[in-house]
């Protein structure tokens, strides 16, 4: 499957966007999706996860109440909606796709979309 990630930019503190990520492919609703960010100088994170079925998420301590991740299996897009931003969020997101179990490791996800930036100004 192949990824794009659309949708940052600057934004204040406080403000929100929504990320999004097109999959291509006809097996999209095959694979577990995740979102993750590296910011300068940092290792890549994990932010949020979506099983296949889209019935169960999870996030990181750090977005949890603050971001939520959707994705429509008829439209093979991912979505992670991020309410509250604050500076610290600044980073390159990424979209990422694993065969089987969701997982929290950047390791085990097998297909990456290009990122895209967020800037989150004080």
């Known amino acids: 499957v192949q990824l794009q990630a659309s949708g940052g930019g600057l934004v204040q503190a406080g403000g929100s966007l929504r990320l999004s990520c097109a999959a291509s492919g006809r097996a999209f609703s095959s694979y577990g999706m995740g979102w993750f960010r590296q910011a300068p100088g940092k290792e890549r994170e994990f932010v949020a996860r979506i099983r296949r079925s889209g019935g169960s998420t999870d996030y990181a301590d750090s977005v949890k109440g603050r971001f939520t991740i959707s994705r429509d299996n008829a439209k093979n897009m991912v979505y992670l909606q991020m309410n509250s931003l604050k500076p610290e969020d600044t980073a390159v997101y990424y979209c990422?796709?694993?065969?089987?179990?969701?997982?929290?490791?950047?390791?085990?996800?097998?297909?990456w979309g290009q990122g895209t930036q967020v800037t989150v100004s004080s």
């Open positions: 990422a796709a694993i065969f089987g179990s969701i997982s929290y490791s950047p390791d085990d996800y097998i297909s």
